[in-house]
């Protein structure tokens, strides 16, 4: 009799342990939620961080705190991520161009780009566009293919650095056309698109930051990098429409908590992504940013992760991008 007594009062304590974890995940969040950018305030992946935290804290019930830190590339920041707690408390928010790009710029890494992560929400898509001078003798991106075949290194471009989505996005389109264009790094977006401006580079690929250029007359907007048209960027043809339908580059901004963060963690986080990206009160902030709500499932999102981690990677290496 005692030994039985025994046995179901073992049973009875083992139930109660095994299901002490599951009782702590579900209760998830018990805390603040740290939201890391890898950028300084103020540009767009911060801005709607913020928008996207006031949201979810609301419907998470706890407060969701934006912390930047920006360097090497945003390696600091990653790196600091993958190094917290797995217990979904710590969040990282970044592009998946850059994300993937440093594995191959930095070396060293404390952290690999995709095991040390578990992926939460692709939160936005952005397009890219191929811009020139509107004064530009290129028309079309036919146009600027075939000078870049006729005069090899001949056609220069801007970017925004060494290593930035912009650059690799044009090297990508480079390769994919059989062209080589000359590169001519600036220190961000604004000044690539002022020297575009002035006639001191032939062309630039930008994000949504060149569209007040455009409508104002200054710039021409010959395609866009996506297969399809984008709606954040009107009238303009996208790779397809444009003859290059190999080509289908676009800016995935994403979230991901450490490795091993449990599953129903991630789970309920991007239930609660996914939730407000479908409001139009958090669309009517992204939207401006050039930034397309754009909800997925969590394995979803980890297909696009490895996918632009591989690319990105190969297409620094094969090109030979080094950071200054």
């Known amino acids: 009799m005692n030994t039985r007594r025994l046995l179901i009062l073992g049973a009875t304590l083992s139930a109660a342990l095994c299901a002490m974890p599951l009782q702590a995940q579900t209760s998830f969040p018990t805390k603040p939620i740290r939201l890391v950018v890898p950028f300084p305030p103020g540009g767009s992946t911060d801005v709607a961080a913020r928008a996207l935290g ?3 804290g609301r419907d998470l019930g706890q ?3 934006v912390e930047n830190k920006p360097g090497a590339g945003t390696t600091v920041a990653a790196a600091h991520v993958a190094s917290s707690p ?3 408390h710590t969040l990282y928010i970044t592009g998946t161009i850059t994300h993937g790009s440093a594995a191959a710029l930095y070396s060293r890494l404390p952290y690999d780009p995709v095991k040390s992560f578990a ?8 397009p890219f566009v191929v811009v020139v001078n509107a ?4 028309n079309s991106l036919a146009d600027l293919v075939a000078a870049g075949r006729a005069e090899p290194g001949g056609v220069s471009y801007g970017s925004s650095g060494n290593g ?17 264009f000359l590169h001519v790094p600036y220190k961000g977006v604004g000044p690539a698109l002022t020297a575009l401006l002035g006639n001191d580079v032939q062309f630039a690929i930008s994000d949504v930051g060149a569209v007040p250029h455009i409508k104002a007359g200054k710039l021409r907007a010959l395609a866009v990098l996506s297969a399809g048209p984008s ?12 003859g290059f339908k190999d080509v289908d580059i676009s800016s995935n901004l994403g979230i991901m908590a450490p490795a091993g963060t449990p599953a129903d963690v991630v789970a309920k986080l991007n239930a609660a992504i996914n939730q407000a990206l479908g409001e139009e009160e958090l669309r009517a902030r992204l939207v401006p940013l050039g930034q397309e709500p754009s909800p997925r499932t969590a ?5 696009i992760l490895a996918g632009d981690v591989a690319k990105y990677r190969n297409i620094v290496r094969d090109v030979g991008i080094k950071i200054d």
Do not use: N, W, Y
Request: proline content about 9%; glycine content about 10%.
């Open 54 to 56: 006031e949201r979810l």
């Open 299 to 303: 394995e979803e999102f980890g297909r």
């Open 119 to 126: 992926p939460v929400a692709l939160v936005t898509q952005s």
């Open 231 to 242: 709606p954040l960027i009107a009238g303009v043809p996208g790779m397809a429409q444009a």
């Open 63 to 65: 407060p969701v705190v």
């Open 135 to 138: 004064a530009s003798r290129f």
């Open 86 to 88: 797995a217990d979904g």
């Open 164 to 180: 930035a989505a912009p650059h690799l996005a044009t090297e990508m389109l480079a390769r994919s056309a059989g062209v080589k």
